[in-house]
């Protein structure tokens, strides 16, 4: 990023990256031993308004250095625009930014602008002027090699030492959304700092609010390693939560299909199956070792008994909650007899 313009730009939906990111900027823009209490005013848009931005880069800097405005919150350049730009400020503050464009803040001042939403409103002229003179920075969510490392940093920063098996389990494991992923991180290592050594699956199932395919992910674990108690824990959590029977046999019959190409594929790498299919290659890996005591057509063959139990379930012919007990039934004696 080009941090000699005068106004930056950052946008994207993870408001933890979005403040990391902001600190990592301001922290490149002051000099040497300045601080940040005497150099940096933050402004919440979405509660004072863009005039108010305006004010502090007119005033300028009562210490020797750089004046750093951080415009937060600046929804009204998002789209579609929400927050305060949705109840009427929009044209407002647009109007503003406008003006101020036409007449740039004195060399010594520096407006970092943060917009806390997925996209920016191009279509807008004043935004089209703005990313002609700005330096822009859109904060993405984490790739799967990204979010490998962040776990893996995260835990030598607290003293923590597990295998890689673990830190590929909890890449899979966590939320999706960096902010949730970051909560449930916090709890996974404060128990682990507790308890010292990382939770079993039964203990995982209370500490971490997972996402559903990987909630259904460990139900079919349960039921291969025939721990009924644990499957029956974790359906009952599912149902709680409000997911549907059939979603749910959806998941299972996807992870069906994975073993099948995962055992198919032979020798392939699991980080190179794993692009293509767009799964994590921690689902390529387990479900490669589930499927290795399986042969291709008894994979084929529970596949088409979850479709039928699917169909006959969409029809009414038997009762959704039916249809995922019984190919979960159908999965734990068939895995039984081997």
């Not at 990204?146 to 494991?173: H, K, N, P, T, Y």
């Not at 460990?218 to 039921?223: E, F």
């Not at 479709?307 to 009414?316: E, F, I, N, V």
């Not at 979960?328 to 895995?335: A, E, P, Q, S």
């Amino acid at each position: 990023m080009d941090t000699d313009r005068s106004i930056i730009v950052l946008y994207g939906e993870s408001p933890v990256r979005l403040a990391a990111r902001e600190h990592e900027i301001i922290a490149a823009l002051l000099p040497n031993g300045a601080d940040r209490l005497t150099h940096v005013v933050a402004v919440d848009v979405e509660e004072q308004g863009f005039a108010r931005v305006l004010e502090e880069l007119e005033m300028g800097s009562f210490f020797a250095g750089p004046k750093i405005v951080v415009a937060r919150r600046a929804l009204f350049l998002s789209a579609p625009v929400t927050g305060r730009g949705a109840s009427g400020n929009k044209e407002a503050d647009r109007a503003l930014l406008a003006s101020f464009l036409d007449a740039p803040a004195p060399r010594d001042a520096k407006l970092l602008i943060v917009v806390p939403a997925a996209k920016l409103d191009g279509r807008a002229k004043v935004v089209k002027a703005l990313l002609s003179v700005a330096a822009v920075e859109e904060i993405r969510p984490r790739t799967d090699a990204e979010r490998r490392r962040w776990i893996a940093s995260s835990l030598r920063a607290r003293g923590l030492q597990v295998a890689d098996e673990v830190i590929d389990d909890l890449a899979f494991r966590l939320p999706k959304d960096d902010d949730r992923a970051q909560l449930e991180l916090d709890k996974w290592m404060l128990y682990v700092e507790a308890a010292g050594a990382p939770p079993d699956e039964e203990t995982l199932e209370w500490l971490l609010t997972q996402e559903t395919e990987a909630s259904a992910f460990a139900l079919l674990d349960a039921v291969f390693t025939q721990n009924a108690a644990l499957a029956d824990t974790i359906l009952k959590r599912l149902y709680a939560a409000g997911e549907e029977p059939l979603k749910l046999l959806g998941l299972l019959a996807s992870q069906l299909r994975l073993m099948l190409i995962a055992r198919e594929a032979g020798r392939v790498p699991p980080e190179t199956l794993a692009k293509e299919l767009g799964v994590h290659p921690f689902a390529v890996k387990m479900a490669r070792k589930r499927a290795a005591g399986l042969a291709p057509e008894v994979l084929a063959e529970r596949i088409k008994r979850v479709a039928t139990l699917d169909q006959q379930a969409k029809s009414g012919r038997i009762d959704k909650a039916e249809a995922l007990e019984l190919a979960l039934l159908m999965f734990w004696i068939n895995h039984r007899q081997g």
